[in-house]
Nanobody
Framework: QLQLVESGGGLVQPGGSLRLSCAAS????????IGWFRQAPGKQRELVAA???????NYADSVKGRFTISRDNAKNTVYLQMNSLKPEDTAVYYC???????????WGQGTQVTVSS
């Protein structure tokens, strides 16, 4: 059974850093496109960063230069390194896995990130 478990969220001051982890089971992450999404209260879920099975990455404009998505195939885990955090980064962060653009998406349960002084 395919499963994604996010961790690493928490409370951090503006300008701080966090690293989120998305641990996968039931499949190997290097064969899937993995995305990090976030949803703030009252807002739609949005794509933050994604990594393809080939290793290509893309980022939302709002996080370019601050966030980095990476993959550790040995640990079957995808990470989101978040630096220079801003209050507007506050949201629940979810990871998503998809075998192909027409395949169903699988979601984790989410991890809360709060950026506040």
């Amino acid at each position: 059974q395919l499963q994604l478990v996010e961790s690493g969220g928490g409370l951090v001051q503006p300008g701080g850093s966090l690293r989120l982890s998305c641990a996968a089971s039931g499949f190997t992450v290097d064969y899937y496109a993995i995305g990090w999404f976030r949803q703030a209260p009252g807002k739609q879920r949005e794509l933050v960063a994604a990594i393809s099975s080939g290793g290509s990455t893309n980022y939302a404009d709002s996080v370019k230069g601050r966030f980095t998505i990476s993959r550790d195939n040995a640990k079957n885990t995808v990470y989101l390194q978040m630096n220079s955090l801003k209050p507007e980064d506050t949201a629940v962060y979810y990871c998503n896995a998809r075998a192909s653009p027409i395949s169903p998406a699988h979601w984790g349960q989410g991890t809360q990130v709060t950026v506040s002084s």
